[in-house]
């Protein structure tokens, strides 16, 4: 059994711990955070051991997942004191190469990036994975069983990483189910069905498209007749700029992400 210390109790390590109980991995799970409130909570929700020492929860890691904010990385590599063994690390900050990494906090420590979404908590989660040249197969297959424990994993060149954080994000879906029955509910439904309409809307019909055999154009032939509702209402959306909407996002979201790399 290998231990897998986390190092940040926030969110996204709450939803790994979630995914993996679901899973009921095998692994040893430790969490580090310096706010002892958050180590209670893990500790009383997922039965995880806790470590508030810094150092003696990364002395303890077989497999090191840095979980904290991007402008916390470097702050938080160099409190760390120089790793005499060997340990694969990964971090989940969004924007933070590692070049920069290596360059902070480099051998013994090995690095990988990855970028798991909150949905890993349903153990449906989609995770990207980045590796250096240099990594041995064996620890990447270590780094991509890990997150396949909780859904589906890609591996993608690290200059692709920003694009896919961005694209990826499961907000994007909520922001779009709480616009849509918003427009529902202006349109005189009452709250509870405009959400269910709304949700099949966005949920039940990207999952046709995931798991049945249609392509993306023929199902958007099929849902939206020429000249029929569906067809107008995507019509005057686009027309009133939803393209543009969402091209302008993408690009706000990769302009942050390149700033957390100090691009």
Not at 26 to 43: E, I, Q
Not at 67 to 72: G, L
Not at 147 to 170: H, L, M, N, R, W
Request: aromatic share 4%; charged share 20%.
């Amino acid at each position: 059994m290998s231990t897998v210390v986390f190092i940040g109790g926030g969110r996204i390590t709450s939803a790994m711990l979630a995914g993996l109980r679901l899973k009921e991995t095998k692994d040893h799970l430790a969490v580090h955070d310096r706010n002892p409130g958050k180590l209670r909570a893990l500790k009383k929700r997922y039965a995880v051991a806790v470590e508030p020492d810094l150092n003696r929860a990364v002395a303890q890691a077989d497999l090191l997942i840095v979980a904290v904010r991007p402008n916390s990385v470097r702050e938080l590599l160099r409190a760390m004191e120089s790793v005499n063994r060997r340990v694969v690390a990964v971090s989940v900050a969004a924007g933070v190469p590692l070049r920069l990494l290596n360059k902070t906090a480099g051998p013994p420590l090995l690095w990988a990036r990855a970028m798991p979404s909150p949905v890993c908590r349903s153990g449906r989660g989609l995770t990207a994975l980045t590796f250096p040249r240099t990594l041995p197969r064996p620890d990447r297959k270590r780094v991509h069983d890990f997150f396949a424990s909780f859904g589906q994993v890609v591996e993608i060149p690290e200059s692709k990483f920003d694009a896919f954080t961005v694209a990826y994000s499961c907000s994007h879906g909520y922001h779009a189910l709480a616009t849509l029955s918003h427009a529902a509910q202006a349109a005189r439904l009452d709250r509870k069905t405009a959400l269910l309409a709304s949700a099949h809307a966005l949920a039940d019909g990207i999952l046709a498209w995931r798991e049945g055999k249609l392509s993306l154009e023929a199902l958007l032939e099929e849902a939206a007749t020429p000249g029929g509702i569906a067809a107008v209402t995507a019509t005057a959306m686009d027309a009133a700029g939803y393209g543009r909407a969402v091209r302008q996002g993408v690009a706000a979201g990769l302009r942050r992400a390149r700033r957390n790399a100090g691009k």
